[in-house]
């Protein structure tokens, strides 16, 4: 289940993949996920559109540093000029993999003809991986849902169109477009685009444990995993999964690590953006996936969205965390 795997020409040490996701993935989000040993990590999601009309505010969202390989780039674009012409203004940026999104169900992107209206037009899919096969030689890959509904199931359509075209991968979500996150992802769906494809598949869809991963191995077949929102409420489920695949006894963090954890994430994220007021409201949705499980921690999250001061932010942690020891002291 856990093994090396190739993008094309490039060597992944693992197959644990971190989605692309809007508002979370930015560089240091990025290398929480990479120390515990994710194989690749994906930028935010950049629209085409905003690369050729605003591309000093768009080009931020795939900002690298240090130790932040390989690093996977997500377009977003209604056309094959679109997405062609946006990715010749970054290709000399630092990346390794291009990925277009045919997936998302935000009403604003679907509305732009993007993301997953992609579903509809295979055609226009197989035309914009042409188009950056023709700029570049790093791997371009795919993301996309089963179909636009459960009358148009189509991702076998959309593989297709992907793999004639040179893609080098596939990432399969198997909800459709209009089921949003909503009901369960049909994983068959992804067992039989593996039963099919000549290229390495990616399973997605309701990873949030160490035993979704097994499952979701064992059930598919899959390459590989691809976690999104499983991250974003755990951010310490890389090293589960790891730790499980690899046949590990995992012992979870303790509460008084986890805390230490988010202040060291928080400071990462004060670094990268130069403003600890922006830094510190940002970092809110974040301390929720860090503040689970001790008793009192709800009152601790709600301070925490009420302060924009990173030393505050540090004593009320400490605080928390010295009530708590009082209390564990009072019960013996």
């Keep these: 289940m856990l093994k090396p795997l190739s993008i094309g020409k490039l060597q992944l040490k693992c197959n644990i993949f ?3 996701l809007a508002g979370y993935t ?3 989000t990025r290398l929480v996920y990479r120390e515990q040993g994710a194989g690749i990590a994906y930028a935010e999601m950049v629209s085409a559109q905003g690369l050729h009309y605003n591309f000093n505010k ?4 795939i900002d690298s540093g240090e130790n932040d390989s390989p690093l996977g780039i ?3 674009g209604s056309s094959r ?5 946006a990715f010749e203004v970054i290709k000399n940026e630092k990346f390794d993999v291009v990925d277009i999104n045919c997936g998302c169900s935000v009403k604003k992107i679907i509305n732009s003809g993007s993301g997953a209206s992609l579903l509809k037009t295979p055609d226009e899919v197989y035309k914009i991986i042409k188009g950056l096969k023709e700029l ?3 791997p371009v890959t795919l993301k996309i849902r089963s179909g636009w509904d459960h009358n148009s199931i189509n991702y076998k359509d959309m593989y297709y169109a992907a793999e004639s075209a040179g893609a080098a991968l596939i990432t399969l979500h198997p909800r459709t477009k209009t089921m949003l996150f909503d009901g369960k992802a049909d994983w068959s769906h ?5 039963k099919i494809s000549t290229i390495p598949v990616i399973g997605n869809g309701d990873i949030f444990t160490a035993d979704d991963a097994v499952a979701m191995f064992n059930q598919t077949q899959c390459d590989g995993i691809m ?3 499983g991250v974003m409420e755990n951010p310490f489920l890389v090293e589960e999964i790891i730790a499980r695949l690899e046949n590990r006894l995992y012992i979870p963090r303790t509460l008084k690590n986890r805390l230490y954890s988010a202040t060291l994430h928080c400071k990462a994220l004060i670094d990268y953006t130069g403003d600890e007021v922006k830094a510190m409201v940002e970092f809110r949705k974040f301390f929720k996936g860090y503040a689970k499980g001790g008793k009192g921690i709800t009152h601790l999250r709600q301070a925490v969205n009420q302060t924009v001061s990173y030393s505050q932010f540090v004593s009320l942690i400490a605080q928390y965390l010295e009530y708590s020891e009082k209390e564990e002291v009072e019960k013996e």
């Design 18 to 20: 971190i989605a692309p």
């Design 74 to 76: 997500q377009l977003f």
């Design 58 to 61: 768009s080009v931020t969202l």
């Design 81 to 85: 000029e679109t997405i062609v012409r």
């Design 136 to 138: 570049t030689d790093k």
């Design 190 to 194: 992804i067992t039989e685009l593996k």
């Design 26 to 28: 930015n560089l240091p």
């Design 227 to 229: 976690l999104a929102r």
